[in-house]
């Protein structure tokens, strides 16, 4: 019985990573930071597949599209909010301000690129 238990308590422990916006950004550098594209795109939502997909054709090596995006320096979140079905995580690394949109879907949170792309500027107000 101890096993199942321990089992649960893991599955619990890592679902809950998964679904706090303020550890979004470090999943995702890490997904970067390994150079599998297929790690990135289970980071992005459905709708943002078709875009990752054309930046990683246009670019070699594949990654090198989220050259710009990819922090230098790890991001620190400086806020959450909630929204009306979204998720805005404003994260700063290297003196620069981004918001990132993400949604849920299939019980996890996705990068929503095209969302974020219209929200607002990096660094402004």
Do not use: N, Y
Not at 41 to 50: D, F, G, T, V
Not at 93 to 101: M, N, S, Y
Not at 107 to 120: E, I, M, N
């Amino acid at each position: 019985m101890r096993p199942f238990l321990s089992l649960a308590l893991l599955l619990c422990a890592l679902a809950g990573c998964q679904s706090d916006p303020a550890r979004f950004p470090a999943r995702l550098e890490q997904a970067l930071a390994s150079g599998d594209p297929g790690q990135v795109e289970r980071l992005l939502s459905r709708a943002s597949r078709p875009l990752h997909a054309a930046m990683a054709s246009a670019s070699v090596p594949p990654l090198r599209a989220f050259d710009a995006m990819a922090p230098k320096r790890p991001a620190k979140v400086v806020g959450v909010q909630q929204g009306e079905g979204t998720i805005v995580v404003t994260v700063e690394a290297g003196g620069i301000q981004r918001d990132w949109v993400l949604v849920r879907e299939d019980g996890d949170l996705r990068l929503d690129l095209l969302a974020t792309s219209a929200h607002r500027a990096w660094s402004s107000p």
